[in-house]
């Protein structure tokens, strides 16, 4: 049972460069997460999508965009990168249903923008 | 705005000591705290997770307390092994299905 896959593992960009962080998960969750995190800092919420054909803002979208492509697949677009979004992104999968749900997350793409 | 603490931020401890980690957020209008443990260079794994009608949760050597009145969480690891180095985040789960989480504290345990 895979759980929560992400591709890449690494990606090093120049600044202005775009790319797609893909997500993928077998649990038949209905909602997922993109999250990011920056060192010494928690994970903060970039988009989130509540069932399939929804997306939704979270703490920091600015300079990203998401697609959930079906139920199994929720990417992540970098238009034009910048350096300050050099961090370790995270993708989260839930049932999304109440207080006893609870995320389970990918191994995290390690993002460097040069 | 919810907004979650943790302290400290680093512990090192000699094995065998039991120790508590604190997590404290600002909003008591929660679904849910779970408490993960994250590996250097891997995701996060959730370890308890608390319901906001509950007060506690055991798993093995781990127990985890909420008092959402105080807004205040902790978590007990027993007899603590090198195996436990890692970070452990706390998080809790508002409307809307979004965690906000707290900065963490990175667990280091001395053979």
């Known amino acids: 049972n895979a759980g929560v896959t992400q591709t890449p593992k690494f990606q090093v960009l120049k600044t202005g460069q775009s790319m797609t962080l893909q997500c993928a998960q077998d649990m038949n969750h209905n909602s997922m997460y993109w999250y990011r995190q920056d060192p010494g800092m928690g994970l903060r919420l970039i988009y989130y999508s509540a069932s399939e054909g929804t997306t939704d803002k979270g703490e920091v979208p600015n300079g990203y965009n998401v697609s959930r492509l079906n139920k199994r697949e929720f990417s992540l677009r970098l238009e034009s990168a910048a350096p300050s979004q050099t961090s370790v992104y995270f993708c989260a999968s839930s049932d999304g249903a109440g207080v006893a749900d609870t995320q389970y997350f990918g191994p995290g793409t390690r993002l460097t923008v040069l | 705005k919810q907004e979650v603490t943790q302290i400290p931020a680093a512990l090192s401890v000699p094995e065998g000591e039991n120790l508590v980690l604190n997590c404290s957020f600002t909003d008591s209008a929660i679904y849910n705290l779970q408490w993960f443990r994250q590996d250097p260079g891997k995701g996060l794994t959730s370890l308890l997770l608390i319901q906001s009608s509950q007060r506690e949760q055991t798993s093995g050597r781990l127990n985890a307390s909420l008092d959402k009145s105080s807004g205040r969480s902790t978590l007990y690891i027993a007899a603590s092994q090198p195996g436990d180095s890692a970070t452990y985040l706390c998080?809790?789960?508002?409307?809307?299905?979004?965690?906000?989480f707290g900065g963490g504290t990175r667990l280091m345990v001395k053979p």
């Open positions: 998080a809790v789960k508002n409307a809307g299905n979004m965690l906000t």
